[in-house]
Nanobody
Framework: QLQLVESGGGLVQPGGSLRLSCAASGFTLARYAIGWFRQAPGKEREGVSCISSSGGMTRYADSVKGRFTISRDNAKNTVYLQMNSLKPEDTGVYYC??????????????????WGQGTQVTVSS
């Protein structure tokens, strides 16, 4: 059974950092592109960052460029999202998702097939 589990969320002050992890089980992560998405209360789910199956290609939302870094360790079946210089507007539930392709045309929720349960990130003083 294909499963994705996010971890690493929490409460952090503005300017702080968090590292999210997305652990996969039941399938070979190296065959899937992975995306990180977030959803704030009352807002639609949005793409934060995506990474190709090999890790050679990445894409970021303009709002996180220069602050967030996506990476993957296929040997560990895990994808990471390093988040630095966090802002209150980064608050939301963060989800990782997988799609069986090298790199999706768009980092959009409707492109991805398999989802984790999400982890809460709250940026507040």
């Amino acid at each position: 059974q294909l499963q994705l589990v996010e971890s690493g969320g929490g409460l952090v002050q503005p300017g702080g950092s968090l590292r999210l992890s997305c652990a996969a089980s039941g399938f070979t992560l190296a065959r899937y592109a992975i995306g990180w998405f977030r959803q704030a209360p009352g807002k639609e789910r949005e793409g934060v960052s995506c990474i190709s199956s090999s890790g050679g290609m990445t894409r970021y939302a303009d709002s996180v460029k220069g602050r967030f870094t996506i990476s993957r360790d296929n040997a560990k079946n895990t994808v990471y999202l390093q988040m630095n210089s966090l802002k209150p507007e980064d608050t939301g539930v963060y989800y990782c998702a997988a799609v069986a392709t090298i790199f999706p045309l768009g980092c959009r929720p409707n492109v991805f097939d398999y989802w984790g349960q999400g982890t809460q990130v709250t940026v507040s003083s």
